[in-house]
């Protein structure tokens, strides 16, 4: 919702969140369109967020000191992990043991198993690791707060400073 102005424009609130600790480390390897792919390696991701909706009756979007802790128990979840896209076509991820065996053509990793997480993406790209936060935030905040009206959130992962992907929901 929006109020407008005397004027006849329209207000909007938002917050955005960017904190030094709202990071993780992790290794993955892009796949390109071609089929080749990277080298497995690593980054210290960073994680952005702007939240939009119509302002509580306290004057808030939503309480910094309740959603930092969600953010951040998002990016603690990444932490120090081996990202594996679940949705790529030819790539395999499967457990063995107490091991994760990921195959993508030649190639074969053999991972201690609770090191590994599979995401429900299709490349493990700074954008589909932003959609794939983004898309655990909005669930979280649907828990936490099942009556806010979010109009947009927008989550940016970023893989090397000035080097980020967003992914952006409007409802």
């Given at each position: 919702?929006?109020?407008?102005?005397?004027?006849?424009?329209t207000e909007h609130w938002s917050?955005?969140?960017?904190?030094?600790?709202?990071?993780?480390?992790?290794?993955?390897?892009?796949?390109?369109?071609?089929?080749?792919?990277?080298?497995?390696?690593?980054?210290?991701?960073?994680?952005?967020?702007?939240?939009?909706?119509?302002?509580?009756?306290?004057?808030?979007?939503?309480?910094?000191?309740?959603?930092?802790?969600?953010?951040?128990?998002?990016?603690?979840?990444?932490?120090?992990h081996l990202l594996v896209p679940?949705?790529?076509?030819?790539?395999?991820?499967?457990?063995?043991?107490?091991?994760?065996?990921?195959?993508?053509?030649?190639?074969?990793?053999?991972?201690?198993?609770?090191?590994?997480?599979?995401?429900?993406?299709?490349?493990?790209?700074?954008?589909?690791?932003?959609?794939?936060?983004?898309?655990?935030?909005?669930?979280?905040?649907?828990?936490?707060?099942?009556?806010?009206?979010?109009?947009?959130?927008?989550?940016?992962?970023?893989?090397?400073?000035?080097?980020?992907g967003v992914w952006t929901l409007?409802?």
């Amino acid at each position: 919702m929006t109020e407008p102005t005397a004027h006849g424009a329209t207000e909007h609130w938002s917050i955005e969140i960017q904190k030094d600790y709202l990071k993780f480390s992790a290794a993955h390897f892009l796949i390109f369109p071609d089929g080749s792919a990277e080298r497995l390696h690593g980054h210290n991701y960073k994680v952005f967020v702007t939240l939009r909706t119509p302002l509580d009756k306290h004057g808030l979007v939503v309480n910094f000191k309740e959603i930092k802790p969600i953010v951040r128990a998002l990016c603690d979840r990444l932490d120090e992990h081996l990202l594996v896209p679940g949705q790529h076509p030819e790539l395999r991820a499967q457990r063995v043991g107490d091991a994760c065996e990921i195959r993508y053509r030649e190639r074969r990793y053999l991972v201690p198993f609770d090191e590994v997480i599979v995401l429900e993406i299709g490349n493990t790209s700074a954008e589909n690791l932003a959609a794939w936060f983004g898309r655990s935030l909005r669930q979280r905040m649907r828990e936490a707060w099942p009556s806010l009206q979010v109009e947009c959130l927008s989550v940016g992962v970023e893989e090397t400073p000035g080097q980020r992907g967003v992914w952006t929901l409007r409802e």
